[in-house]
């Protein structure tokens, strides 16, 4: 396969994935992040890695993010939003996680790809990404990508497009937001 059909796929397949997400949902979770003091971010693997890139882009928005494990971590209260990027909703060190964050009074927002989950006890949010998994659910966008790879494009999409949602809704000139990029470089 050249390079031009893998690329031409790969965009393909996530205009036609983020194109079937539900514009309300992401709503949902734009006012969630609204509303909270901080924003945490729990996932695993490639998945943590997306979410790393949200936080960080929302940290560039003056949004006080943390990735859950930073040695900085603060505690989680009633006031904050947990995160949890888990395409299954299955997994366990999210899930933990998440509990732990509803005994605290978080709210609890899940970025997946199975509504019908363990996490939804844990959720009070969810944005489907509707993309193929190892369940075969109804309505998933299938993809010729290897393992997950669609679910985790498709999660740092969603937190950029909200970020350009933050950034349009405020008003912010994009340079002034140069004022919250690292300098130590």
Do not use: Y
């Not at 190892?134 to 990508?145: C, D, F, M």
């Amino acid at each position: 396969m050249s390079f031009a059909i893998a690329q031409q796929r790969i965009v393909t397949e996530i205009s036609e994935a983020m194109s079937a997400i539900d514009t309300a949902q992401v709503d949902a979770l734009l006012e969630g992040i609204l509303a909270a003091d901080r924003v945490f971010f729990v996932g695993v693997g490639r998945v943590k890695l997306a979410l790393e890139g949200i936080a960080k882009r929302l940290a560039h928005l003056g949004i006080d993010a943390v990735v859950v494990g930073q040695i900085t971590e603060p505690a989680i209260t009633s006031s904050d939003l947990l995160v949890v990027g888990s395409g299954s909703g299955e997994s366990l060190f999210p899930l933990a996680i998440a509990a732990k964050a509803k005994q605290h009074g978080a709210t609890v927002a899940h970025v997946g790809a199975n509504p019908a989950s363990a996490m939804g006890q844990h959720a009070d949010l969810f944005v489907r990404l509707p993309v193929q998994t190892k369940l075969g659910l109804p309505g998933e966008i299938p993809s010729a990508q290897p393992m997950t790879s669609l679910f985790e494009q498709c999660l740092l999409l969603l937190g950029d497009a909200i970020a350009l949602m933050l950034v349009d809704r405020s008003g912010t000139p994009l340079h002034d937001l140069w004022r919250h990029h690292a300098n130590l470089e």
